[in-house]
């Protein structure tokens, strides 16, 4: 009951299991496993493990951190030992990812072969203490994505969830390194913003269809809105993970949705916003960030028109007779006043936040259109009107 309701309110299945908030722990070198995860468990829905050095280069990679006194996993037999670790877990209501550190496409495939899909495997490709960027792990494969592609063909081939662990800032374009990521078969790309802030999310929303984790800092609620409003699915907690930053932002989140309808709804777009914004945008007649941001994308206003008028048809967004433009499509999110959307949401006997769950139904669509009309994925970076950056 408690996971069917979490469906309803956040609408979030990953490796084909309800997130039941989404809030994740990120892995953190010999300290997140499954006793830190089950601790936790009341206030997160996933909990990446790790992270796991998983063949000789990166075993022997962690010794040498640990010898330099940190702290890491090591095992004399990985396999067994993160079976154990997920085993822990079944039962806790969790979907659970493990973190691993690999110098070859064939140690991932091998670790995926024997666990089989009950997690999701996530690359790491974040480390960067220098043993192991120099066994061909973590930072290295930024600056080598062909290796980094190849892995996550390795896994997909064993029919598994993907995510890649990546500290943004590191690549020269992470916009062209999200649609790599992407377009070699992942599932999620997991980002650590470092020192940056909400601009590297929106970029990576604009630039592939990924479920997208923001990690680093995620320890205030208005942090955490600034990563949803801006394209996150998802964001993740490593040190300041404490129970009492996690329950605080859970039912923070909760009471969000539960009155808005749309946890990460997306800011407007003259507001900022990334391509979800376009559910809220009107039709193009006149001069606003609409137009550019159509030219960004390819996509005429003829196009954009039909897209939205066929998409919405048969749906609750399609009448509105009394709106600016005839239909509930075109109209803008609740946070903005106007009486003739709210007049037409009540007589129609629509609630705010089933008009904003429709919305996000919209959004879904046109992401799915815009990312699977060619070949190749476009991108594109929207201006906030307040920083301009």
């Given at each position: 009951m408690e996971m069917m309701r979490s469906f309803e309110r956040y609408n979030l299945l990953l490796n084909g299991q309800v997130v039941?908030?989404?809030l994740a722990l990120s892995a953190m070198a010999g300290i997140v496993d499954a006793d830190y995860a089950l601790a936790r468990a009341s206030h997160v829905g996933v909990a990446f493990l790790g992270g796991f050095s998983i063949d000789a280069p990166t075993m022997e990679a962690s010794r040498a951190l640990e010898r330099s006194g940190r702290r890491e996993f090591l095992f004399g037999d990985p396999v067994e030992e993160l079976a154990g670790q997920v085993q822990r877990l079944e039962g806790s209501g969790l979907v659970v990812g493990l973190n691993l550190r690999g110098s070859s496409p064939e140690s991932f495939a091998a670790i995926a072969s024997h666990l089989g899909d009950q997690v999701i495997y996530e690359i790491d490709a974040h480390c960067r203490q220098e043993?192991?960027?120099?066994?061909r792990s973590g930072e290295y494969l930024l600056s080598h994505t062909d290796l980094l592609a190849e892995e996550i063909r390795a896994l997909k081939r064993e029919d598994v969830s993907v995510s890649v662990k990546i500290r943004a800032g590191v690549s020269p374009d992470d916009r062209l390194l999200a649609r790599k990521i992407w377009k070699a078969g992942a599932d999620i790309i997991h980002v650590d913003l470092m020192d940056y802030d909400y601009q590297?999310?929106?970029?990576?929303?604009?630039?592939?269809p990924l479920v997208l984790i923001a990690n680093n800092?995620?320890?205030t609620f208005d942090r955490v809105r600034d990563m949803f409003s801006h394209g996150a699915d998802l964001v993740s907690l490593a040190r300041n993970a404490d129970v009492r930053t996690l329950a605080g932002l859970d039912a923070a989140i909760e009471r969000l949705t539960d009155e808005q309808g749309w946890y990460n709804a997306p800011k407007q777009l003259c507001r900022g916003g990334d391509i979800r914004a376009l559910t809220f945008c009107c039709m193009p007649v006149k001069n606003c960030p609409l137009l550019p941001m159509l030219d960004r994308l390819?996509?005429?206003?003829?196009?954009?028109?039909?897209?939205?008028q066929k998409a919405v048809a048969g749906t609750p967004l399609e009448p509105g007779a009394q709106t600016c433009f005839g239909s509930l499509a075109w109209c803008c999110?609740?946070?903005s006043p106007c009486m003739f959307r709210d007049m037409t949401l009540a007589q129609s006997g629509l609630s705010r936040q089933e008009y904003m769950r429709q919305k996000k139904q919209l959004a879904d669509k046109i992401i799915q259109h815009l990312f699977s009309r060619d070949?190749?994925?476009?991108?594109?970076?929207t201006r906030p009107a307040r920083d301009g950056s």
């Open positions: 039941r908030t989404p043993p192991m960027v120099e066994a590297k999310v929106r970029q990576m929303r604009n630039s592939c800092s995620m320890n390819g996509l005429s206003r003829e196009e954009y028109l039909g897209f939205k999110k609740v946070s070949a190749e994925p476009h991108t594109c970076t």
